[in-house]
C-alpha cells in the first residue's frame, strides 16, 4: 500500500505542476470587491391614506381596467400564454 501512495503523491504533484506552468501565460485580473452594509432596505411606513384618496385612487383604476365583473372586481385572463404552446 505504501508503494501506491508514493505513486499518487507523485502524480499529484506532477498535475499541480503541469497546472502552474499552464496557468503562467494566462493574463493577470484585477478584482474589485464591493462591500454593503445595509440590509433589507425599506421605506418606512408613513399614515395610512384618507378614504376619499383611496375611492378616488379605485374609481381611476377601474375607469382604465381592460375588463370588470358585475361587482366592480378586475377580470383578467388567467395563464393564456400556457395554452399557447
Same mark, same amino acid.
Given at each position: 500500500?505504501?508503494? &501506491?501512495?508514493? $505513486? !499518487? ?6 498535475? !499541480? ?6 496557468? $503562467?501565460? =494566462?493574463?493577470? =485580473?484585477?478584482?474589485?470587491?464591493? +462591500?454593503? $452594509?445595509?440590509? +433589507? !432596505?425599506?421605506?418606512?411606513?408613513? *399614515?395610512?391614506? &384618507?378614504?376619499?384618496?383611496?375611492? *378616488? ?10 375588463? !370588470?365583473?358585475?361587482?366592480?372586481? =378586475? &377580470? %383578467?385572463? %388567467?395563464?393564456?400564454? %400556457?395554452?399557447? &404552446?
Amino acid at each position: 500500500m505504501a508503494e &501506491r501512495e508514493k $505513486e !499518487v503523491g507523485h502524480s499529484s504533484k506532477e498535475i !499541480v505542476e503541469s497546472f502552474a506552468c499552464a496557468a $503562467e501565460g =494566462l493574463p493577470k =485580473l484585477k478584482e474589485t470587491y464591493y +462591500n454593503q $452594509e445595509t440590509y +433589507n !432596505v425599506a421605506r418606512p411606513d408613513g *399614515e395610512p391614506s &384618507r378614504e376619499e384618496e383611496r375611492t *378616488e385612487f379605485r374609481k381611476r383604476f377601474i375607469s382604465i381596467m381592460p375588463g !370588470v365583473d358585475e361587482k366592480g372586481n =378586475l &377580470r %383578467v385572463e %388567467v395563464a393564456k400564454w %400556457v395554452e399557447e &404552446r
